[in-house]
């Protein structure tokens, strides 16, 4: 089983619409978890960190639910520019944080 | 604000060759990390470093080394190229203190061997 899972996609949805992305993660002792988005022939860049309360940042809402071992991203309103892949990123704990990728959700957002 | 520096950006090598890739950071972090990315495959950890002078193998290290002389530094060796090793290469390094730290990524290398 890979230590994080991420439903690769695409999604195509229309401009304005709601998108939900989900991804799973193996251990149970992971400490922080983040989502990123990457553009296409592009680095990696943050988007936001995922707290156990659950947060927002505009039209986006990332929840974490660590019995189940999931993490979500939700996109309201979707906006042409939200095109990307996004990927879900879980760090270690311990000693080191050893960071994990998840294979990233690609989103295409059609006008 | 340099971030993260890796060069080149693009490179072509013959089978067989060997080149290094050059990563450095300007934020004295600790945690520095060499991925590959390829299609369908994600970011797969080549090799990391929880500091100077020490490195460990991630997830597919096998045709590459890796050194932590300085802190700034986090170099990508590749011993003898090989077509499989055509990918995009990306360094990134964090802040090993405790809660959500973010990773910030170079621009990436293009590899291809041909």
């Known amino acids: 089983r890979k230590e994080v899972e991420q439903d690769p996609g695409p999604f195509n949805v229309p401009e304005g619409a709601t998108v939900a992305f989900n991804c799973t993660y193996s251990?149970?002792?992971?400490?922080?978890f983040f989502w990123y988005r990457q553009d296409c022939r592009k680095e990696p860049k943050l988007l936001m960190s995922?707290?156990?309360s659950g947060n927002e940042d505009g039209r986006f809402t990332a929840q974490l639910n660590r019995a189940s071992q999931y993490i979500s991203l939700l996109i309201r309103d979707s906006k042409l520019s939200d095109s990307a892949t996004y990927l879900c990123?879980?760090?270690?704990?311990?000693?080191?944080?050893?960071?994990?990728f998840g294979t990233g959700t690609k989103l295409q957002v059609i006008p | 604000n340099a971030g993260v520096t890796q060069t080149p950006k693009f490179q072509v090598l013959k089978t067989g060759q060997s080149m290094t890739l050059q990563c450095a950071q300007d934020?004295?972090?600790?945690?520095m990390s060499w991925y590959r990315q390829d299609p369908g495959m994600g970011l797969r950890l080549i090799h990391y470093?929880?500091?100077?002078?020490?490195?460990d193998q991630g997830e597919v290290p096998n045709g590459y080394n890796v050194s932590r002389s300085t802190t700034e530094d986090f170099p990508l060796r590749l011993l003898s190229a090989a077509p499989s090793q055509t990918s995009v290469y990306f360094c990134?390094?964090?802040?090993?203190?405790?809660?959500?730290?973010?990773?910030?990524f170079g621009q990436g290398t293009r590899l291809t061997v041909v």
């Open positions: 995922v707290y156990s």
């Open positions: 990123v879980v760090k270690g704990s311990g000693g080191y944080q050893k960071v994990t």
């Open positions: 251990n149970s002792a992971s400490q922080s």
């Open positions: 990134a390094s964090s802040s090993q203190g405790g809660g959500n730290t973010e990773a910030f």
């Open positions: 470093s929880v500091g100077a002078g020490i490195t």
């Open positions: 934020m004295n972090h600790e945690y």
